[in-house]
Each structure stands twice: as structure tokens, then as C-alpha cells.
């Protein structure tokens, strides 16, 4: 069972940056596609990236598409999300997760069998 670790999350103000980190326990080509997941207060949770992890194809949310990056460093067992020109609209809790193929098409938690306990990002106007 792989272990998830969210790293990077903080308060930034509206045009900032982040750059979010998650540290898998094991070598992330084991699962077939590595999610960013996030989740505001009384919204349901929502998939922001995922990376195929044999590949390296890579798809987004329209919402954040052109401001956001997500990359794998296969040597250190990491996966990044780099968030650039935050919006308000984009605080949220950020959650790390491991899934199948299928997680990467949809872009939906359910395809998702493994989860980090997430990082929290607060985007101030």
C-alpha cells in the first residue's frame, strides 16, 4: 500500500505561485496515474491534474489549465503540482492521490484507491 505525503501548501495573495509536492513511499510508476485533487469548504471535491505515470501524458481541469503544471521526478518518488497565477477561486484543501488509468482519463476520485491527507492553499484577493 503506497503512502502519500502533500508538501508546499500556504497562503499566497491573488497572481502568486506555489509549488505543491507529494512524496509516495514507493516508486510512483507501480500505479498507472498520479492525481491533484481539491476540495473547498461545502464543494464537492474536485480533480485539478493527473500524469500517466508511464509516459508522462499529462491532463487538467479547464480551470486550471495554462496556470497549472503537474510533473513527476521519478528518481525521488514525487509528484508536483506547479500553480502559478492562483485566483481566489482557488483555495482549497490539495490532495494527493494514486489510481488507475482510468483515474487519468476521468479525472474522477473514485478511480483513486490511494490518498494523502492533503495540504491546504488560501489564495487572498
Known amino acids: 500500500q503506497v503512502q502519500l505525503v502533500e508538501s508546499g501548501g500556504g497562503s499566497v495573495q491573488a497572481g502568486g505561485s506555489l509549488r505543491l509536492a507529494c512524496a509516495a513511499s514507493?516508486?510512483?510508476?507501480?500505479?498507472?496515474?498520479m492525481g491533484w485533487f481539491r476540495q473547498a469548504p461545502g464543494k464537492e471535491r474536485e480533480g485539478v491534474a493527473a500524469?500517466?505515470?508511464?509516459?508522462?501524458?499529462?491532463r487538467y481541469a479547464t480551470s486550471v489549465k495554462g496556470r497549472f503544471t503537474i510533473s513527476q521526478d521519478n528518481a525521488k518518488n514525487t509528484v508536483y503540482l506547479q500553480m502559478n497565477s492562483l485566483k481566489p477561486e482557488d483555495t482549497a484543501m490539495y490532495y494527493c492521490?494514486?489510481?488507475?488509468?482510468?483515474?487519468?482519463?476521468?479525472?474522477?476520485?473514485?478511480?483513486?484507491?490511494?490518498w494523502g491527507q492533503g495540504t491546504q492553499v488560501t489564495v487572498s484577493s
Open positions: 514507493e516508486d510512483t510508476n507501480r500505479r498507472n496515474c
Open positions: 492521490a494514486a489510481g488507475s488509468v482510468g483515474g487519468c482519463a476521468a479525472l474522477r476520485s473514485p478511480f483513486f484507491a490511494y
Open positions: 500524469i500517466y505515470t508511464s509516459g508522462g501524458s499529462t
